[in-house]
């Protein structure tokens, strides 16, 4: 799963005393400490609302900590037995009917994932927010009349793709339920938002999210989660490109 979906699901414990920049480090530090799971199998769909109308695709992901992940579409037909394979800073993706792996780097991972508001950029960024990002608290705010503490985030080098992020902390749950993404000139071009939680064995997790590519036309993209698995064992040869044909 992308990291700019999972950081935002992830619970922040324990705020210190500090500055600012102190508390906002913290906050970004405990992010990344629980976003660091050993491994989960996740059932999804992506709900993308078109200019021609509404689809869904189905999918069954397998993913161990952040650099290795397998994804496979279940519904509709015309979708099942697509396949998608992440091993650190490599991408691919499998079409049954060519038969074909394709691997996607430089501009075509700027593409749109499906048609949808997602990127495959967005699917590969992994790592630590605090390694990537300078964080500073930006002020309070209210979300259907919840109380947010606002983080502003930074990049420290120009190669990351998002060069500042602006993330909403919901002060009694501790999660981060809403996201700007920014180009390095300032302009805005992602708006992601968590509508919908549910509480697992391993803390807050989203049920239901909102994605908007600012440039893009049309209504967004959903992503419903279904279920998820944090116990079952995946074997390793599931992160194999082998497995893309199976």
Known sequence: MKRSLLFMLCLIVSLPAHGEGDQAAAILRQIDQ???????????????????GTREIRYKSWIIGQEQSFTESLAPRREKGNKMLKLKQNLWIFNPRTDRIL????????????????????????????????????????????????????ARNSGI??????????????????????????????????????????????KRMQFKDILKKGGGTEWIIHSVDFDTPIPKSKFSKAALRR
């Open 34 to 52: 629980n976003q660091n799971v050993e491994r989960q199998i996740v059932v999804s769909s992506m709900i993308i609302h078109g200019l021609r």
């Open 103 to 154: 691997k996607i780097a430089g501009h075509m991972l700027r593409q749109s994932m499906a048609g949808s508001d997602l990127s495959y950029e967005d699917m590969m960024e992994k790592g630590k927010l605090l390694d990537s990002y300078h964080a500073e608290m930006a002020g309070e705010d209210q979300i259907d009349g919840r109380e947010m503490w606002v983080l502003d985030l930074k």
């Open 161 to 206: 793709a998002y060069q500042r992020r602006k993330i909403w902390v919901d002060k009694q749950l501790y999660l981060g339920i809403r996201e700007e993404l920014y180009a390095a000139s300032g302009k805005l071009l992602k708006r992601l938002e968590i509508l919908e939680t549910f509480k697992t064995s391993r803390g807050w997790y989203p």
